[in-house]
């Protein structure tokens, strides 16, 4: 594909309303989004996310766009984070973690989330969060 034909699809996209990340920063594979996928039996986007959301102290929808998106998906709906959230939340409730809406920031874990996550990821062998993950001003510690 020449520049040209690249731009016009990219124009075409933003006009769309379509937001287009480049595949260089999408993240790779790392064990903490490994375990966690098999852990929670999360979809790869559900642990991205997760993963995301573990090693700092929030997120917001385009950083966790970018967290969700691999080579093979580089052109995602914004309305993908909401999705991907609301089945994250799903899946955690039987862990008793609960994901925060940080209104205007993005998403957030409360500490007690993060420990709970720990806990489990220590029960199956795993203790690959860092224990000084930051903690989101606001955030419940609930």
Known sequence: MHNNEL????????EAGVVVFPTSEA???SDLIRTCRALFRLTCAESR???KLLTQPYAGREELCIAVTDEAKAIM????VGVV???LRRKLIPYG???ITLH?????LPKNARAKIRRALIENGED?????TPHAAGAPDE
């Open 97 to 99: 973690v609960e994901i």
């Open 7 to 14: 731009a016009a699809l990219l124009k075409k996209a933003a």
């Open 128 to 132: 690959i969060i860092p224990t000084t």
């Open 104 to 108: 205007g920031l993005g998403y957030c």
């Open 85 to 87: 959230v609301h089945k």
């Open 49 to 51: 996310a997760l993963a």
């Open 77 to 80: 709906k914004s309305d993908v």
């Open 27 to 29: 993240p790779v594979d």
